[in-house]
């Protein structure tokens, strides 16, 4: 089995420098908008396809880094320092002298690909006066690019080392996006000899029908005649199809293309595919159709899948330890593969939950349950007289036997996470002993220390008694105002959310903000 073993961009799109090694199974890519998932997947398609025309079609002065770009134009702009633009993909040993060799920026004798694309020695003379002048242009259309193996090999579209399909369900419904698709799949079914059987054979019925089906109508033609086309426009490539229950995929909705898409790269051509990539498998899927997909995706084990999302339900079913984490504020990647396994595990079987939100947060308050989300944001206007997202401030909701697995990522990622819980009438057990292996600068536990004031809804009705009194006693003749938020956590939380009363924080909490905030 071929598996990529790392990539490498250097001045390609939003990268400068960037190595990232993979998992040889599945690699799930997040991240905001704008770090490069995409990108990641974009390069390894350009490089599996050996397409100069992708590259063509992209445009060079869309793939090469602008900041690179502007840098060399504040040098002398010589020519030996113009910047070049590579995408190396390390495979897995192969024992094929055509991958293996030194043709790379990294190891010796390593299997690799390489797309480099650099000037042209042939049009070094003209470069070097196109350089010469002060509002030069950069000379883009003087750059080669090259497609070779580390071995020092040529190699195209014709000639591929890695059979691979990429699934882009960020461009459903874009006609030629779902035609390269369909190609795609077809050229990953079929070798060469059989594809131009194929071709030969689609053009010989399209001679046959205009020779003998369309033969009477043409008699009653004069000077003209009825034809089918027959041209490089109108071929077997341009007008193959993948059909469901007898409906052209192209007719189906948005979600069922998605579906279909991604099930038949996933669940087909068993020996033919080594890698697939995947743009949003969740776009225009409704909630049962994703599951159903993530249980497909959850059953490849023949190849190796890469996937960009933006989804909860991917990142954390199909294992946490397989996402690489990509940000705008650090270079580097940021693998999961070192989560605890019994971590990664809950993720996969708990309820639906918010773990990208968590991930991708900067500051992070967790709370135990619906109540305290409730308030908590009212809260902290109250004790910064700000918003909680003008200080990059999430507010997550966990089940509070969930918050070490939480920690497990804050300590991973080093997010700054403050824990505001409840002592359950015992602070040092619960809440000090607990969390041991956990607190540190970035990590820390609120709770208050009276064993009297044991939960959030205690401490709520103690520090605001009057009010509380006040919105809980009517009509509630057989439970005191205290016993009914205990008993109704989430309809008193509310009715404290909409009153137009003065609220005091509790101490506690208040901490938590104030450190959080600082």
Request: charged content about 30%; some cysteine.
């Amino acid at each position: 089995m071929i598996t990529i073993e790392k990539i490498k961009l250097h001045n390609f799109r939003k990268f400068q420098n960037f190595v990232v090694d993979l998992n040889k199974d599945t690699n799930i890519l997040i991240g905001d908008n704008e770090t490069g998932k995409s990108t990641i997947l974009f390069a390894l398609d350009l490089v599996l396809s050996g397409s100069k025309n992708k590259i063509e079609t992209a445009g060079l002065e869309f793939l090469f880094n602008h900041k690179t770009i502007a840098e060399y134009f504040k040098t002398e702009k010589k020519y030996n320092e113009l910047p070049k633009l590579y995408i190396e993909i390390y495979i897995n040993k192969q024992n094929t002298e055509d991958l293996n060799g030194d043709n790379n920026s990294e190891e010796k004798n390593a299997d690799g690909l390489k797309l480099l694309i650099e000037p042209d020695e042939n049009y070094r003379n003209e470069i070097i006066d196109i350089l010469k002048n002060e509002d030069t242009n950069f000379p883009f259309e003087f750059y080669q690019i090259e497609f070779k193996t580390f071995q020092g090999k040529v190699y195209s579209g014709y000639k591929k080392y890695v059979n691979y399909i990429f699934v882009d369900n960020s461009k459903t419904g874009n006609e030629y996006a779902m035609k390269e698709y369909i190609n795609n799949m077809y050229n990953s079914y079929a070798g060469n000899a059989e594809r131009f059987d194929h071709q030969n054979k689609y053009r010989k019925a399209k001679t046959d029908f205009n020779n003998e089906v369309l033969k009477e109508i043409n008699k009653k033609v004069e000077n003209n005649a009825f034809g089918v086309k027959n041209d490089n426009k109108s071929n077997m490539i341009t007008d193959l199809t993948i059909f469901e229950n007898d409906i052209p995929i192209e007719n189906k909705g948005k979600g069922r293309q998605c579906f279909i898409k991604t099930q038949f790269a996933i669940g087909k051509a068993k020996n033919t595919i080594d890698v697939v990539l995947i743009e949003e498998p969740e776009n225009h899927l409704s909630h049962h159709n994703m599951q159903l997909l993530l249980n497909q995706i959850a059953e490849v084990k023949d190849r190796q899948l890469f996937i960009a999302t933006h989804n909860n339900l991917i990142s954390a079913r199909l294992d946490l330890r397989k996402v690489i984490m990509l940000s705008n504020m650090k270079v580097d990647p940021i693998p999961f593969n070192t989560l605890k396994e019994d971590t990664a595990k809950y993720f996969m079987k708990a309820a639906d939950h918010n773990i990208l939100e968590f991930i991708m947060a900067k500051n992070i308050i967790l709370v135990e349950g619906d109540a305290e989300f409730m308030l908590i944001s009212k809260m902290f206007e109250i004790v910064t007289h700000e918003k909680e997202s003008k200080n990059n401030v999430s507010i997550i909701s966990v089940n509070g036997i969930s918050f070490k697995r939480y920690l497990d990522l804050a300590k991973l990622l080093k997010i700054k996470t403050a824990v505001i819980r409840d002592n359950d009438k015992d602070y040092k057990k619960n809440c000090e002993d607990n969390y041991n292996d956990y607190v540190n600068d970035y990590i820390q536990i609120f709770a208050d220390t009276d064993p009297d004031r044991y939960t959030f809804e205690v401490n709520m009705y103690l520090d605001n008694k009057d009010t509380c009194d006040k919105l809980f006693s009517e009509n509630r003749k057989t439970l005191s105002p205290r016993e009914y938020m205990l008993k109704n956590k989430t309809e008193a939380a509310y009715t404290l959310l909409i009153s137009n009363e003065d609220l005091n924080v509790p101490e506690y909490i208040k901490k938590a903000i104030e450190w959080i905030k600082n």
